[in-house]
């Protein structure tokens, strides 16, 4: 029990240390503040307004699609996030980021299963071609689903942090998770 929260303490300071490089620094929230925070920021951001009319005459745009989500990602309205998101991955299945993205916010959200889901379809949809412009990602992915089973599926954490390890040899709270996976 006291390596679980030890654990957690070293995601959630992976996590505010800015560690993912593609997104902005993660937060969290109780889904009732995230509901709360939804209704409240979804209404008078210009940026977003603007870029849901956008929206609305082109629903197929994926680059506007993607910079709502980013918007609604910045204003921490993670249940809007995480609808755009899942839109760009209906409209653009083989695209690994929005998967990611998607991770993102239902991490951010406090949504572990879900994110935990979203991580894997993203390991699952990188390209052999993307694997090295995808390299933090995918350690981070891989690390996220290996702390995830550390508690249900010990076998599956360590073969998930040695990707993690491979991937990126230097993170050391990957490094202490299979230190801990593997004693």
């Known amino acids: ?3 679980t929260k030890m654990n957690r303490n070293l ?5 505010l240390t ?3 490089s593609f997104a902005n620094a ?4 109780t889904d009732s503040t995230v ?3 939804t209704a409240a920021q979804a209404t008078g951001n210009p940026a977003i307004d603007a870029l849901k009319k956008k929206i609305e005459a082109n629903p197929k ?3 506007s699609l993607a910079q709502l989500a980013g918007a609604y990602q910045d204003a921490s309205d993670w249940i809007n996030a995480v609808a755009t998101w899942k ?3 209906a409209l653009l299945p083989d695209w690994a980021p929005s998967y990611y993205s998607q991770a993102y916010a239902y991490q951010s959200a406090k949504d572990d299963a879900n994110a935990k889901l979203a991580y894997e379809k993203y390991i699952a949809t990188v390209k052999p071609e993307e694997v090295e412009q995808n390299k933090k990602n995918l350690a981070y992915a891989y690390f996220y689903v290996a702390f995830s089973e550390q508690q249900n599926n010990p076998d599956k954490a360590k073969e998930h942090i040695a990707k993690s390890l491979q991937y990126d040899p230097s993170n050391q709270e990957a ?3 299979s230190q801990a996976l593997n004693s």
């Open 11 to 15: 995601l959630l300071g992976l996590i």
């Open 18 to 20: 800015g560690a993912v």
């Open 175 to 177: 490094i202490k998770l």
């Open 26 to 29: 993660q937060t969290t929230q």
């Open 87 to 89: 839109k760009i991955s």
């Open 61 to 63: 745009d994926t680059e």
């Open 35 to 37: 509901t709360a925070t």
């Open 1 to 3: 029990m006291k390596m």
